[in-house]
């Protein structure tokens, strides 16, 4: 079966990999990390992998789940996936070998769409050579501050239908964007306790970017206690654009 999702802009998650650590701000106040606390409580199986202390809480170590590769083969209804929903595909521990065999799950289902979201974006362009990049991943990076905008570099090096970038949880001004080949962007504020406030003009100021750029802007949340606790409505309406893949041999 598959998880069904939240999300608003996924519909379900596909965890063939779990665990992760923390690389900058964004990871902070990690809702994956929360979660896997919470499931390696209940005795769930993937969560029983400690990670480094000092980068990552009780349970969520890296680890492969080669029994979850078979997955979206047996769902027979389209669907669009968030592929690492608890994880990084794009992690170090995470080898090619075992990414590649991800990616060749995603190209033996071509009716479903797969959503990959990485923060590792060097290792991204780094290992995307060797991978046969099928039509439908959707391949993004989080993008949380000024300090990381090399990130959407990268990710244009990579060789997808649709690249997408992640502001969530938005933390700082992402003025004078590069969204040159860079087909949808997700902007959100953070939530839970302890999250970190988003000013307004930062959302702003990316829609803005982004209609010039024509690039499809999705508005998640504003944030808050919980994740609908500040709405979603942006200037009086709700912000769903959603991107058309381009041809791969256009790319």
């Not at 000024?146 to 060789?159: A, N």
Request: net charge positive; proline share 7%.
């Amino acid at each position: 079966m598959a998880d069904k999702s939240a999300i608003e802009w996924t519909e379900a998650t596909w965890n063939p990999t779990t665990g992760c650590d923390r690389i900058s701000a964004g990871c902070d106040n990690c809702y994956a990390m929360t979660l896997a606390k919470r499931l390696k409580a209940m005795g769930s199986v993937k969560y029983q992998t400690d990670g480094d202390p000092r980068t990552s809480g009780p349970g969520f170590g890296v680890a492969l789940h080669p029994d979850a590769l078979d997955i979206p083969r047996r769902w027979r209804e389209p669907r669009t996936v968030f592929v690492n929903s608890m994880s990084d595909l794009f992690h170090a521990r995470v080898p090619v070998e075992y990414v590649q065999r991800v990616f060749a799950v995603m190209r033996e289902t071509p009716r479903h769409t797969f959503q990959v979201l990485t923060k590792r974006a060097a290792r991204l362009a780094k290992v995307a050579p060797q991978i046969d990049w099928p039509a439908n991943v959707w391949m993004g990076v989080s993008v949380e501050d000024e300090s990381q905008r090399e990130r959407i570099d990268h990710l244009r090096q990579v060789p997808a239908a649709l690249r997408f970038v992640s502001a969530e949880p938005l933390l700082g001004p992402l003025p004078d964007l590069d969204l040159l080949d860079i087909d949808w962007l997700i902007a959100g504020g953070e939530s839970g306790k302890g999250c970190r406030h988003m000013d307004p003009s930062w959302v702003r100021d990316l829609r803005d970017q982004c209609v010039r750029a024509g690039t499809a802007f999705f508005f998640k949340q504003w944030g808050g206690r919980t994740p609908k606790a500040g709405g979603r409505l942006l200037d009086g309406r709700t912000w769903d654009d959603m991107p058309t893949p381009r041809m791969l041999s256009a790319v």
